[in-house]
């Protein structure tokens, strides 16, 4: 794709009748560093605004040429240094403005020499951009104000089309390439998972709202919609996964939550407006159309604590979404599985609606989850898993629903209907569940634990599911535990036959995979 950048590109700026001036630019793929920046192939409708978040959080933009007959631009940046952290991060990542992929590498030239009155609104744009990052007032020149004094550090977020988790550690991965994020809190209002954060700098707080406004966490969902908030500051009570004082890692957890790791809430404490790495598992970003089009091109909320979240990231790259998630699940042990096992185990990555064992192959079966999505995150953690003593395999299947048996046909029980079930994990928009979306693992997470139930009787109730407890710790309140099996094995095993488990007085067990070790 870069085989037509080699050569020379003559650029004419004429001004008003003026001498014509030569801009001489000698772009090749071996180009070394530069801080003037080559973005080919852009959308023809594309702004000065939108060439300039480009740029935006990899440091300070100084100049902006606009060769829209050609479709490209040449951004300068403040410093070689940024230039270099900017073209290393779409090296990785694709950029992508209005969901048109754009290629960007190093000009030869070593600075941008503008004519600024042909070149009059983009340099228009570029002043009212710059007074915000100084601090200033913007310009109001070429007839539009494009950027107003930002009137609190305070944003406050909603995300829309949540398919996946949105932590309050991704929050702060994504908002802390524009400066030093100092307290979030997240909570849900209207069905909407939001949250309100808060900058050091109001600047910061522009500067996020202007790239971010828009755009996908993942790819396809989890659409960022930013306001500015009337709070100027927020008071953070407690450090947990719900709200976070970055300034005060030493606040409690409170609600019965244990305490955030020590040396954890130190990193998390640091000033971080570096960008993120791009290991594997980088998140593809696709602008919603609306808002600011994407300008990061990717998010990648890759901390340890939001390790859970990039693992929907993965299965988000290849672009099944949508209605008809099913899954081919192969391998079964045909004398143990049935629809109820298979909408536990699966129900903890979505909501299952169908389950059908095939009658003539009885260690296959289809599951019907909620959208594509969902079927992906099951398939992504559930694929090479082992249950019953077999390592399944899990694939997406080319069926769109699961058949129902027609009526009055006996199909031995091996088709089930779980669109109506209570036991949906996922029914409530924005639900604390999606952030306790874990790979299967040894330890297990459980909840809703009456008040008089003791360690020995839940040691005594998993050991009775055919495995071995390895540890166990309550949480605080005694409402919460970490149980350890032996084996992953063991605890899918456990959590089939003891997720929604009768305990008495109301209560029903409530048991899913854990990040956490004992």
Not at 221 to 246: A, E, H, Q
Request: glycine share 8%; hydrophobic share 40%; with cysteine.
């Amino acid at each position: 794709v870069w085989c037509d950048i080699a050569g020379v590109f003559l650029i004419y700026l004429t001004a008003n009748g003026s001498d014509s001036k030569k801009l001489r630019v000698e772009d090749s793929m071996d180009s070394p560093p530069s801080r003037v920046i080559h973005i080919r192939k852009l959308p023809s409708e594309v702004s000065e605004t939108e060439v300039i978040a480009l740029g935006l959080p990899f440091g300070k933009v100084t100049n902006i040429l606009m060769l829209k007959g050609k479709n490209q631009a040449f951004l300068e940046l403040g410093t070689e240094e940024a230039a270099v952290t900017m073209v290393n991060y779409y090296t990785a990542v694709t950029p992508q403005v209005r969901n048109v992929p754009v290629f960007i590498q190093y000009s030869n030239h070593k600075e941008l020499k503008t004519d600024s009155a042909l070149n009059q609104r983009a340099q228009a744009v570029l002043q009212a951009v710059s007074a915000v990052q100084e601090g200033g007032s913007p310009s109001s020149a070429a007839g539009e104000s494009v950027l107003t004094p930002a009137p609190s550090p305070v944003l406050r977020i909603i995300i829309d089309n949540m398919f996946y988790p949105v932590t309050l550690d991704v929050l702060q991965q994504i908002f802390s390439k524009f400066g030093t994020v100092m307290k979030i809190i997240t909570f849900t209002k209207n069905n909407q998972f939001q949250a309100l954060l808060q900058f050091s700098d109001p600047v910061n707080a522009q500067q996020a709202k202007l790239s971010l406004d828009g755009q996908n966490i993942y790819n396809s969902c989890c659409t960022l919609r930013i306001d500015f908030s009337k709070l100027v500051n927020l008071n953070v009570k407690y450090n947990n996964d719900k709200s976070r004082d970055y300034t005060r890692p030493e606040l409690p957890a409170g609600d019965g939550q244990p305490p955030m790791d020590p040396s954890v809430a130190a990193t998390l404490g640091k000033d971080s407006t570096s960008l993120l790495g791009t290991p594997s598992g980088m998140v593809t970003s696709y602008s919603s159309g609306g808002g600011f089009p994407s300008s990061l091109g990717a998010i990648s909320p890759l901390s340890a604590a939001a390790a859970a979240a990039a693992a929907a990231g993965r299965v988000a790259l290849s672009g099944h979404t949508g209605p008809g998630g099913v899954l081919l699940v192969s391998n079964l042990n045909e004398e143990m599985v049935t629809p109820q096992s298979l909408f536990t185990l699966f129900g903890v990555y979505g909501d299952v609606q169908r389950v059908k064992i095939l009658y003539n192959k009885k260690d296959s079966a289809l599951i019907q989850m909620s959208d594509g999505n969902q079927a992906q995150l099951a398939m992504s953690h559930l694929n090479g898993q082992k249950m019953y003593g077999k390592i399944i395999r899990v694939t997406l299947s080319k069926h769109q629903t699961v058949q129902l048996p027609r009526e009055g046909l006996d199909d031995q029980g091996l088709t089930k209907d779980f669109t109506s079930s209570p036991l949906h994990r996922f029914k409530k928009p924005g639900s604390k569940n999606f952030q306790n979306i874990f790979p299967p693992s040894a330890t297990l997470h459980l909840s809703n634990i009456p008040e008089n139930v003791t360690e020995e009787d839940l040691r005594l109730l998993f050991s009775n599911s055919g495995g071995t407890v390895k540890a166990f710790k309550f949480f605080q309140d005694r409402k919460m535990a970490l149980l350890q099996m032996s084996t992953a094995e063991e605890a899918i095993q456990a959590l089939i036959d003891l997720h929604n488990y009768d305990m008495g007085r109301g209560h029903r067990l409530r048991v899913s995979f854990s990040k956490s070790t004992i």
